[in-house]
């Protein structure tokens, strides 16, 4: 799985891939939406690709005590059904605060911890067999 | 930075959402075995920029940021990895003078990421973040200036793979952390506590970093001096970054892991520390 500034280079080839990831991408900025408005900072990198209904992913990523995140997820896919959910490197949830799976759908972290956490992205329902998925995450200092 | 436009269906989600109040917890299991994961499942690290954890500093204490900044933004050479190197410790600096909010600091920063950027070949990629830092620093916006820096960073390594050097935007990255890295620890140490220790307690960072270096295709990039002295760098620093809970962080590591970044710094911008 690439992330998405690889898919970049699909575009500069011309391929109908990138279309899936850039709307998906724009729906993820679309979760991170209510959180810009509440002071966070959304990050320009991202991650995202496609996934069959009930794959997972796993995106790594470094979080800092002391700062709050929204991992924002979402799809271009109409009715398609998607969570993401946090854990830290032992495996146990660290999700403070989501909303509901959905087309847009996004988990806010306070972390307990510096260090390596793990957002689960899971394509729960969908009507097509490939979902195109992106990530965003925003901060802000607690 | 991509702007935010509200597709219909977007804007009904969300509509929707607010009106029967769907904000309630998702229903991801309590625990779950990351070593049931695949490689290939598992998604690489995105490198924070540096204001994520300066913005954590700010809050445990009252750092000095214009202390912190260096005198000179270093010199260039004509190799390729080290002005890569260069220019990721040029961004980090410049999220470094927005936390100082000095406007005539992050303008020099900016066009000095241009300038660098032209010697690789992407400066188109950067012109208008380059112009937007300058504006924005003008109006003293810092939020948005430090988005223009993040977005900087992206644009420089997202063109940098369009010309096939992927190898060389990693370098990018890596020079934007050492010189992160060596601000962090510049002020852990002035007020040193356990919760600003904690803060250097980056093991997937640290993993990346030294797979990316290890696995270099190129082999120019492969040999290159700075590129092995940061490998070398990296296996320091990698004991003293604490264990599985980042605890165990102790002042003297701070102190070597400042050292490490300071003189690698040194390296990079061709004027020792």
Same mark, same amino acid.
């Given at each position: ?19 899936y990831?850039?709307?998906? %991408?724009?729906f ?10 509440? @002071? =966070?900072?959304v990050?320009? #990198? ?17 979080? =800092? ?8 997820? @979402?799809?271009?896919?109409k009715?398609a ?11 146990q949830?660290?999700n ?6 959905g087309?847009?759908?996004?988990? /806010? ?34 | 930075?991509?702007?935010?436009? %509200? ?18 917890? +998702? ?9 049931? =994961?695949?490689? +290939?499942?598992?998604?690489?690290v ?17 750092p000095?940021?214009r ?20 220019l ?5 600096? @410049? ?6 909010? #000095?406007? &005539? ?6 066009r /000095?990421?241009?300038?660098l ?25 810092? +939020? ?5 820096f ?6 420089v390594?997202?063109?940098? +793979? &369009? %010309?096939?050097? #992927? ?25 040193f506590?356990?919760?600003?220790? &904690? %803060? ?8 990346f ?8 295709s190129?082999?120019?990039l ?13 296996? /320091? ?9 980042g ?8 102190? /070597? ?17």
């Amino acid at each position: 799985m690439k992330k998405l500034l690889a898919a970049a280079l699909l575009l500069a080839a011309g391929t109908a891939a990138w279309a899936y990831v850039d709307d998906a %991408l724009s729906f993820a900025y679309e979760a991170a939406t209510p959180y810009v408005k509440r @002071g =966070f900072n959304v990050r320009e #990198d991202a991650w995202g690709g496609d996934l069959g209904v009930q794959d997972k992913q796993a995106v790594k990523a470094q979080l =800092f005590k002391g700062n709050e995140y929204w991992f924002c997820l @979402g799809t271009d896919v109409k009715r398609a059904v998607l969570s993401v959910n946090v854990y830290d490197s032992k495996g146990q949830l660290v999700n403070a605060e989501a909303t509901r799976p959905g087309q847009l759908t996004a988990v /806010r972290i306070a972390p307990q911890r510096t260090g390596t956490y793990y957002a689960i992205v899971t394509i729960l329902k969908s009507p097509e067999e490939r979902t195109g998925w992106a990530l965003v995450y925003a901060y802000k200092a607690k | 930075m991509k702007t935010p436009k %509200l597709p219909p269906t977007a804007a009904a989600i969300l509509a929707a959402a607010a009106t029967i109040g769907l904000l309630a917890a +998702q229903q991801g299991p309590e625990t779950i075995d990351l070593e049931a =994961f695949p490689a +290939q499942s598992i998604d690489e690290v995105v490198v924070p920029v540096p204001s994520e954890v300066f913005v954590v500093l700010d809050k445990l204490g009252n750092p000095n940021w214009r202390r912190e900044l260096r005198g000179s933004l270093g010199k260039q050479t004509t190799n390729r990895a080290q002005v890569a190197l260069l220019l990721g410790t040029v961004i980090a600096e @410049g999220f470094v003078a927005v936390e100082a909010e #000095d406007p &005539e600091r992050v303008k020099e920063i900016g066009r /000095r990421v241009l300038s660098l950027s032209k010697a690789i070949n992407v400066e188109k990629a950067v012109l208008e973040r380059a112009n937007s830092i300058t504006d924005k620093a003008e109006a003293k916006d810092w +939020q948005a200036v430090r988005k223009e820096f993040d977005g900087a960073l992206q644009d420089v390594k997202g063109a940098m +793979q &369009e %010309l096939g050097d #992927d190898e060389l935007a990693q370098l990018v990255s890596v020079g934007g952390w050492i010189r992160g890295t060596e601000v962090l620890t510049s002020i852990v140490n002035k007020t040193f506590t356990a919760d600003g220790a &904690e %803060l250097l307690h980056q093991p997937a960072l640290l993993e990346f970093f030294s797979d990316k270096l290890s696995g270099l295709s190129n082999r120019r990039l492969a040999n290159d001096a700075l590129v092995l002295d940061i490998r070398r760098m990296l296996d /320091r620093i990698e004991p003293l970054i604490g264990d599985g809970d980042g605890a165990g962080i102790t002042p003297e590591g701070v102190k /070597r892991i400042h050292r490490l970044t300071g003189e690698m710094v040194g390296k990079i911008t061709l004027q020792g520390t």
